[in-house]
């Protein structure tokens, strides 16, 4: 079993205005007052601007749309995540911006290595939007980021 996802994490209400101008977003609620919008091939074609992606070195964030996610945290937190798993082994990167700049990462575990104490990276970014995970679970779980195994699954 596998699973995936890419996707910018924020407030809901926020994450809704800013993508208002983005006809490909798609958003789905996961709790604790936040909402996702899937990195779809649509929505990734949208907002990419040509330049070369990799300084921050995720998989599917596009060109430029760095820009786009400091912008979008002057009103508050903006994470970037992703996840790609297949069979138990897999990877995590994650990061925040706040105020205009980076303030968390990029995270990155690589496949095979353990997460460090702080957590996954995707949790330590969830974290940093004020997620409040309870006894036994991490931020993850909180907002049930595990209830789906494939990123579409969302919005389906």
Partial sequence: MGYDLQAVIAEGEALRNAARGLPAARLA????????????????????????AG????????GGFEKTLA???VGGP???VEAEYFGGVGEQRAAVWDGGTIVLGPLHVEEGQPFPPAGSPISQALRRLGV???????E??????DQHRH????TD
């Fill in 78 to 80: 903006v994470a970037y």
């Fill in 132 to 138: 409040v995970a309870s006894a036994g679970e991490d």
């Fill in 55 to 62: 300084a921050l070195e995720f998989w599917r964030l596009p």
């Fill in 71 to 73: 912008a979008w945290s």
């Fill in 151 to 154: 990123g579409e699954a969302w």
């Fill in 29 to 52: 609620s996961i709790g604790q007052g936040l909402s996702l919008m899937l990195m779809t091939d649509a929505l990734f074609n949208s907002v990419a601007d040509g330049s070369a």
């Fill in 140 to 145: 993850f779980s909180a907002v049930r980021l």
